[in-house]
């Protein structure tokens, strides 16, 4: 298949497909808000479906709008987060919460423009928020949609590491010109690439538009582009930025460094990686060697501070990806 060929039998097969397989997430319902969805795209960038869906409803329940995420300290923000991962994204989401309440009259605003104007907010957000929670007709481009027209249109077992111009401008080029259609289309690409379509082991027998899959006509040939290296966990700051932040959401109350050194034994590693914190914006240093998360109540006439009366021990060290939904 070409990138020319035959894109109204494309759309007709996977959105079949779709009607069929899709899952019932909650933020594809009718009843789903703006608000919703860009809460669910935020939280839903490298984290798997199964892990945002519960803290999705109960971000929802506590903060239904933006204007009331906006009024929460941003540490219950973080807290709130919970084991989601990457936990910037959380003060970037309350960050885009205040722009939405004080610029945009409380309203997640319409336009991929204004959405881009968000904190935090970048094109795949934005067009993604524009096409599922207003039914906009954009180019909505995850790594998802990506493998599927790597492999069903240029034939390639993967997508080139980073995004391309020539990607963007095939899956405009693909993209219905109704606007509920196209809508429809972008969520139904990302579906097929979560659920079948997958990164290491497609389930090609099961694929609506296997017959048309430009990889599997040629019979599948290997990836020959860069390696592809997978992202480490154990052993890493991450790891030891995940744990310090554990103890942290954990605790009402300021923690102690002798209190995460539990998380973290080693000296080094946990210097630096509270260091990446607090230059993150994560974690607020306080006074005689304490912690907390941003913006939460401290002791009266407290200050904070990176540093204390163990500050000499520190060695300074100030240098610190979507399923489909």
Known sequence: ??????????????????????RDLPWRRRDASPWGVLVSEVMLQQTPVSRVEPVWHAWMQRWPTPSALAGAATGEAVRAWGRLGYPRRALRLHAAAVAIRDEHDGQVPASEAELLGLPGVGAYTAAAVAAFAFGHRTTVVDTNVRRVLARTVSGRQHAAPSLTRAELDLAAGLVPEEAATAARWSVAVMELGALVCTARTPVCAECPVARLCAWQRAGRPAYEGPPRRGQTWHGTDRQARGALMAILRESTSPVTRASL????????????????????????PLARGRFRLPGEPGEQGEQGERGGPESSERAVDHQAGRDAG
């Open 1 to 22: 298949m070409t990138t020319a060929a035959a894109p109204a039998l494309l759309h007709a097969r996977v959105l079949d497909w779709y009607a069929a397989h899709a």
């Open 261 to 284: 050194r539990s998380a973290v034994p080693d000296d080094l590693r946990r210097e630096r990686c509270l260091d990446s914190l607090v230059a993150d914006g994560l974690v607020e």
